[in-house]
């Protein structure tokens, strides 16, 4: 078992940054590939980045690739969303998720344990 927090979110004018965090609980960090996912009100939910538990490979989705950056600190448990250019259409609830080692994946239904959410908003 895992258990996964997020923090960082905030509102934020159109074009600034931010960067989220997830840190982990309750089992060894570097077992698991990591994900960040988005929904927004009246959305499905959408994959936005991922990366595999060494940081090795990394996966992005089409809306927000250049703009984007996921990482990962193993000796912290902890892995980042580093948001960048930011639009009024990132503004979503932002879920990360762990899920077994093995290449990126952007497949929700990869991942075994998710967190609470943060809050992203972005004023136009």
């Known amino acids: 078992q895992v258990q996964l927090v997020e923090s960082g979110g905030g509102l934020v004018q159109a074009g600034g940054s931010l960067r989220i965090s997830c840190t982990a609980s309750?089992?060894?960090?570097?077992?698991?590939?990591m994900g960040w996912f988005r929904q927004a009100p009246g959305k499905e939910r959408e994959a936005v980045a991922a990366?595999?538990?060494?940081?090795?490979?990394?996966a992005y989705g089409e809306s927000v690739k250049g703009r984007f950056t996921v990482s990962r600190d193993n000796a912290k448990n902890t892995v980042y969303l580093q948001m960048n250019s930011l639009k009024p259409e990132d503004t979503a609830v932002y879920y990360c998720?762990?899920?077994?080692?093995?290449?990126?994946?952007?497949?929700?239904?990869?991942?075994?344990?998710w967190g609470q959410g943060t809050q992203v908003t972005v004023s136009s």
């Open positions: 998720a762990a899920g077994p080692r093995g290449t990126a994946t952007m497949t929700g239904g990869r991942y075994d344990y």
């Open positions: 309750g089992s060894t960090f570097s077992r698991y590939n």
């Open positions: 990366i595999s538990w060494g940081g090795a490979t990394t």
